[in-house]
């Protein structure tokens, strides 16, 4: 998290391997296919065949996580609590839009923020310091902690 000068603008952004996850995944299951493939045959002696499916099983619920969750994944989100907006900002065609703060429903506050609004769940990583986040989002949005609060 960063904080501006003035104390009013604060900018959470995701690690730097979670982004490289997401914009390559693709190739990277390929080549996690490719390799437990490639591992079996050589092994265990398998056929190809068998070696592919078996593949396919392990490789199919990265994918499934990948496109249930993958689009709700932010690079970054702002919070500018003197305009009371909200920057959301990807990496992919959607860029970058805004929305009020009167937009956003709740704020999951477990792993990953999660911005709840009526159209869409935005994510993005929870930073270190979760007590000042947490206390600073609280004083301004309806936030959900689950059943481990800890605070």
Known sequence: ??????????????????????????????????????????????SVKEAVVTALIFVSPVYFVYFVFGKRFADSVTLDFNARKVR????????????????IEKINFR????FVMEDARIMVKRPKNKKQVFRMLKSVFTVDVGMFSGF
Do not use: C, N, W
């Open 1 to 46: 998290m960063t904080d501006s000068v003035d104390k009013k603008t604060y900018t959470f952004f995701m690690p730097g391997e979670e982004r490289i996850y997401f914009r390559y995944f693709h190739i990277i299951a390929i080549t996690l296919l490719l390799v437990v493939i490639a591992f079996q045959v050589v092994t265990s002696e398998t």
């Open 88 to 103: 959301f900002s990807f990496s992919d065609e959607r860029g970058s839009f805004e929305r009020d703060f009167q937009d």
């Open 111 to 114: 792993f990953y923020l999660t």
